[in-house]
């Protein structure tokens, strides 16, 4: 192995050097807190965090962001009671809003996960937005789990539009200018196409694309890298 890709895996396995090459590149971290509440809860477990503004008014939320994360350019806002934000191990957020509303909202983001830019949103009482490990989301992406203003039936005055959870599993790739509306779930190992609009269930190893997403090709998978056949 040659004296660069040494260099190269031993900043990789350590998270300080890391941490310090980060520090030498871009400068000092500029991050805002702004708390207001009782038992709010802000546990950073060695992740490095970089023009990250959190803004909580509310009692009892908690915002957990694990070892080796990289976060930065993101604002995470809380109003309310009970809310939980975690995010995983070695995730990767570039850009972009987490948002809760109401009381007792969850987002959860799994290891290893990168986004480039989203808006997530949480907004009615005890739902929940689920991302899974080693997803791949491209920029400009909206994921919200209610519509923020109430739809009534004129015949009984009652509303019919509410929040529903979201559920996206492991190992999926959404592509730029997505949408992700409520009450859906997506299998492990799926791909949403370039700017759908996703409505309904996506099972797990397809390719779904359109307004409203369809599924147009079943049985794959994915990989990061670039594959290339032997000529």
């Not at 976060?71 to 972009?96: A, D, Q």
């Not at 005055?157 to 009450?183: E, M, P, T």
């Not at 996703?198 to 369809?214: D, E, H, S, Y």
Request: net charge positive.
């Amino acid at each position: 192995m040659s004296i660069k890709n040494k260099l190269k895996n031993k900043v990789k396995h350590n998270y300080n050097l890391k941490k310090f090459i980060s520090l030498f590149q871009y400068g000092l971290p500029k991050n805002t807190k702004k708390i207001k509440g009782r038992n709010n809860k802000f546990d950073n477990q060695e992740a490095f965090l970089r023009c990250v503004e959190i803004d909580i008014v509310g009692d009892s939320n908690e915002v957990v962001i694990k070892k080796g994360a990289n976060i930065s350019n993101i604002k995470i806002f809380m109003r309310g009671t009970g809310h939980r934000l975690v995010i995983g191990e070695k995730c990767i957020i570039k850009s972009g809003e987490l948002w809760f509303e109401d009381d007792k909202c969850t987002i959860e983001i799994g290891d290893k996960t990168t986004i480039e830019r989203a808006h997530i949103a949480v907004t009615e009482p005890n739902s929940s937005i689920t991302i899974g490990a080693d997803c791949m989301l491209s920029s400009n992406i909206d994921i919200r789990n209610g519509d923020s203003h109430s739809i009534l039936d004129v015949s009984t005055n009652k509303r019919i539009n509410y929040a529903k959870n979201i559920s996206i599993g492991d190992h999926v790739w959404i592509g730029a200018f997505v949408q992700i509306l409520k009450g859906v779930n997506i299998g492990d190992d799926s791909i949403i196409g370039i700017r759908s609009l996703v409505t309904r269930n996506i099972a797990k190893g397809c390719i779904a694309t359109g307004t409203p997403a369809k599924t147009v090709k079943e049985n794959v998978d994915w990989k990061r890298e670039r594959i290339y056949e032997e000529v």
